[in-house]
């Protein structure tokens, strides 16, 4: 199948946990929701600026907006600011809900609280505000539900290092220093006992968490290597 609607570079891509509907975010402005079960586009919402990213409908674009988009509605609920024209370049959601991370190009994080009610997803409370690298923020990370009780923010930089953050107290727990250009992206395995991190160097690397070693260096790309994904289920794979 092939979704071709967007007139720009596609940013974004996820699916609803269910795997009936996936989203999409693009340069060209719009944020698309498709029924997997059908042909076309079921929903688009305009951003009016490039969409860069994009989780469970919480989209950031490059004029420095975040959006909630309520699917019942069809329409933004809210709508945060945290820095004006500062491109908003990466969000995450811890995997309770409770909170929501939105990094910048400035080197910024931006915490919020989620609060519990009729419209968890549009009561933001703000709790922290984190200047975790001097360089642009291309990735930043919640840790999965395994974690708990501990819970880590990494965040992925143009400063070529990516750094585990420990949510108790906003402290630096690691600094990952091996990439030789920016890295793009990151991704936990199930139990966070390890990282996996993709770099413009060509390589994606294995980290411990337990004590930020690198473990493995993964080559044979021969341009940048800027996402990667993890599968390390208990269920059998078919792969």
């Given at each position: 199948?092939?979704?071709?609607?967007?007139?720009?570079?596609?940013?974004?891509?996820?699916?609803?946990?269910?795997?009936?509907?996936?989203?999409?975010?693009?340069?060209?402005?719009?944020?698309?929701?498709?029924?997997?079960?059908?042909?076309?586009?079921?929903?688009?919402?305009?951003?009016?600026?490039?969409?860069?990213?994009?989780?469970?409908?919480?989209?950031?674009?490059?004029?420095?907006?975040?959006?909630?988009?309520?699917?019942?509605?069809?329409?933004?609920?809210?709508?945060?600011?945290?820095?004006?024209?500062?491109?908003?370049?990466?969000?995450?959601?811890?995997?309770?809900?409770?909170?929501?991370?939105?990094?910048?190009?400035r080197g910024t994080c931006y915490v919020w609280r989620?609060?519990?009610?009729?419209?968890?997803?549009?009561?933001?409370?703000?709790?922290?505000?984190?200047?975790?690298?001097?360089?642009?923020?291309?990735?930043?990370?919640?840790?999965?539900?395994?974690?708990?009780?501990?819970?880590?923010?990494?965040?992925?930089?143009?400063?070529?290092?990516?750094?585990?953050?420990?949510?108790?107290?906003?402290?630096?727990?690691?600094?990952?220093?091996?990439?030789?250009?920016?890295?793009?992206?990151?991704?936990?395995?199930?139990?966070?006992?390890?990282?996996?991190?993709?770099?413009?160097?060509?390589?994606?690397?294995?980290?411990?968490?337990?004590?930020?070693?690198?473990?493995?260096?993964?080559?044979?790309?021969?341009?940048?290597?800027?996402?990667?994904?993890?599968?390390?289920?208990?269920?059998?794979?078919?792969?």
């Amino acid at each position: 199948m092939s979704y071709d609607s967007h007139t720009n570079n596609v940013m974004a891509v996820g699916f609803q946990c269910d795997g009936n509907w996936m989203y999409s975010g693009s340069e060209d402005g719009t944020v698309k929701i498709w029924d997997l079960r059908a042909p076309g586009c079921q929903r688009e919402y305009e951003s009016r600026a490039a969409v860069n990213t994009v989780t469970e409908l919480i989209s950031g674009d490059q004029n420095g907006n975040i959006r909630v988009w309520d699917l019942t509605a069809n329409s933004c609920s809210c709508e945060l600011v945290p820095e004006v024209d500062t491109a908003v370049r990466s969000l995450t959601v811890m995997w309770d809900g409770s909170l929501v991370v939105a990094a910048n190009n400035r080197g910024t994080c931006y915490v919020w609280r989620l609060l519990q009610g009729t419209q968890t997803m549009t009561n933001f409370e703000p709790l922290h505000k984190l200047q975790a690298h001097d360089g642009y923020i291309l990735k930043c990370l919640l840790s999965p539900e395994l974690c708990d009780p501990n819970r880590y923010l990494a965040t992925a930089s143009a400063d070529h290092t990516v750094k585990i953050w420990n949510l108790d107290g906003f402290t630096l727990e690691k600094t990952l220093v091996g990439h030789q250009r920016w890295v793009w992206d990151c991704v936990f395995s199930v139990d966070g006992a390890f990282l996996i991190t993709a770099s413009s160097d060509s390589t994606a690397r294995l980290w411990s968490m337990s004590n930020g070693e690198e473990i493995k260096v993964y080559r044979g790309h021969q341009k940048a290597t800027v996402c990667c994904a993890l599968h390390d289920g208990t269920e059998p794979s078919s792969c």
